[in-house]
């Protein structure tokens, strides 16, 4: 399929599909057609590689580690240990951000009651490390 297509079955638009190619997230083959700029051509693995790529964006991944694991995946595949090691990594950032958007939760929760309850009280404290809890 053509970029259009793949595009569409993919769910992104051209321009992130040209993105992540100059990226090295995608590697269409080419049909020899289209002269000096050959057209790209996608097949369903590289819808599967796209639907991939969102997904470990989503749980906080940045598009150079998503372009390492797949560097590291290409060069010979990535061994049970390698995956085990990878998502307790990941899983342990996500907890952190779970933890400190709780943190900020319960203080806008407290917040918000301390004002409709006319400011009764000592103003809630916003949590120590900032926004973010001072995790990354």
């Not at 080419?30 to 051509?41: E, F, I």
Request: hydrophobic share 40%.
């Amino acid at each position: 399929m053509l970029i259009s297509e793949f595009a569409r079955a993919a769910g992104l638009s051209t321009d992130t599909v040209r993105f992540y190619v100059r990226r090295g997230l995608l590697a269409p083959e080419t049909n020899g057609k289209g002269g000096r700029n050959p057209y790209q051509v996608f097949t369903a693995e590289h819808v599967r590689t796209a639907r991939i790529i969102r997904l470990a964006q989503s749980l906080g991944m940045s598009l150079k580690e998503i372009a390492a694991i797949g560097e590291e995946y290409r060069d010979g595949g990535i061994t049970r240990e390698r995956s085990i090691e990878l998502m307790s990594a990941q899983l342990a950032r996500l907890e952190r951000k779970a933890a400190a958007l709780e943190a900020v939760t319960g203080y806008l929760r407290a917040k918000v009651a301390w004002l409709e309850g006319g400011e009764q009280g000592p103003e809630p404290d916003f949590p120590i490390g900032g926004p973010d809890g001072g995790c990354a």
